[in-house]
């Protein structure tokens, strides 16, 4: 059994994305999905829910980029967080009327969500948390499930105050990211036993999923399309780093120390500490 655990305060930042073509990318982040942009270059651009920092998304277009081998590890979805189901529904009215492909709906019992991909085929859930007081436990553990949404009971919550678009809730942050990696153990070694994240369930074949604080997760990994894999190129398409949020300097300190130790490769600099887990999927380790 692991004694060190990560802070409760420890949350998830950002994600950082690697796009073919930026201008195409924006267009589905701003207008469909909803996200407004904090600041934007030639080749890279920052959004958030709000329009202000700190930014949820960072995508960074590299045209001749490599393509991500099929089974390679990577990220499986980044899942934005709303505050509520109101919010929740008037997304999927919004996505609905945009007429873009969505993957699926599931109700997971501790939140509901919708499924969908970006153009360049990240994964990508907007979810609702249900009141932590109503998370189905098993043996000390969080107990998701996957069943059918009652989306007919969900988009009531429109019926009396049907709300205009005005994009995703100012309160949507990043709830979880959602990783495909070669070796679960390798995962859970990494994840649980360096970082300190709990393991919140493992009864999914092939699925692990981790979190600080209690959470249902904030890490979740997976084998069904990536065990035994390579790594990418390190110019792929996909995921480039996505930031764990520390409360304060003292943890980010245990943290650099714990990796140290063990060998990991770090990179430090003020504005925090640079790893990859033994997929290479990059982490930054953050300060609030």
Do not use: C
Not at 36 to 65: F, I, Q
Not at 148 to 166: I, S, V, Y
Not at 189 to 217: C, D, E, K, N
């Amino acid at each position: 059994m692991n004694d060190f655990q990560i802070a409760d305060a420890t949350h998830i930042g950002y994600v950082h994305l690697r796009v073919r073509d930026l201008d195409r990318a924006l267009a589905f982040y701003l207008d469909v999905l909803g996200l407004k942009l904090v600041s934007g270059g030639r080749h890279t651009a920052a959004l958030s829910a709000n329009g202000r920092g700190p930014a949820l998304l960072v995508l960074t277009e590299k045209k001749d980029a490599s393509a991500r081998p099929p089974h390679a590890p990577g990220l499986y979805h980044v899942a934005f967080r709303v505050p509520n189901r109101r919010a929740l529904a008037l997304v999927i009215q919004h996505l609905r009327s945009s007429s873009w492909p969505l993957d699926g709906f599931a109700d997971h019992d501790v939140s509901e969500a919708v499924y969908l991909s970006d153009p360049e085929g990240n994964g990508i859930e907007v979810y609702a948390d249900r009141p932590r007081a109503t998370w189905p436990l098993r043996g000390g553990q969080v107990e998701m499930v996957t069943v059918p949404l009652d989306l007919d009971d969900l988009m009531r919550e429109l019926a009396d105050f049907p709300g205009a678009w005005e994009g995703l809730d100012p309160g949507t942050d990043v709830g979880h990211v959602h990783l495909r990696v070669t070796d679960l153990e390798r995962a859970e070694t990494f994840y649980s036993g360096l970082m300190g994240l709990t393991v919140t369930q493992r009864s999914l074949p092939g699925a692990l999923f981790m979190s600080a604080g209690g959470y249902h997760h904030h890490v979740g990994a997976n084998v069904w399309h990536s065990e035994h894999g390579t790594r990418p190129p390190s110019d792929a398409l996909g995921l480039i780093s996505y930031s764990i949020v520390v409360p304060d300097a003292g943890v980010l300190t245990s943290l650099e120390a714990r990796l140290r130790d063990a060998s990991v490769p770090l990179n430090s600099d003020d504005d925090g500490v640079r790893a990859a887990d033994p997929d290479g999927n990059f982490l930054e380790l953050v300060v609030k």
